[in-house]
């Protein structure tokens, strides 16, 4: 797989799968975007960081992460249950 450099944004790579060239926007993983409000009500469902994460498909860090940048900590969201 040795992906070449098209026009900058788009990548030509080789199918791991079938072996035919294909092209790619880019690569690595989106974005997650999971609103702050599935965060909280899984929190809640779960009553665990980690079995939030599994449920949202994200890691623990990334749950902490949405709460930082809401200015909520982890404590806040199990108070108001």
């Known amino acids: 797989m040795t992906p070449k450099n ?5 990548m030509i790579i080789d199918c791991p799968k ?3 060239k294909i092209v790619v926007n880019g690569l690595g ?4 975007n999971i609103p ?3 965060v909280c009500d899984t929190l809640w ?5 980690a079995g939030a994460a ?11 992460k949405v709460l930082k940048d809401n200015g ?3 404590r806040d969201v199990f108070k108001r249950g």
């Open 18 to 20: 079938c072996g035919e």
């Open 6 to 10: 098209q026009d900058g944004k788009q």
């Open 29 to 32: 993983r989106k974005p997650l």
């Open 36 to 38: 702050l409000k599935n």
């Open 72 to 74: 909520i900590s982890l």
């Open 54 to 64: 599994n449920e949202l498909g994200c890691s623990p860090g990334y749950i902490y």
């Open 45 to 49: 469902a779960h009553g665990s960081v």
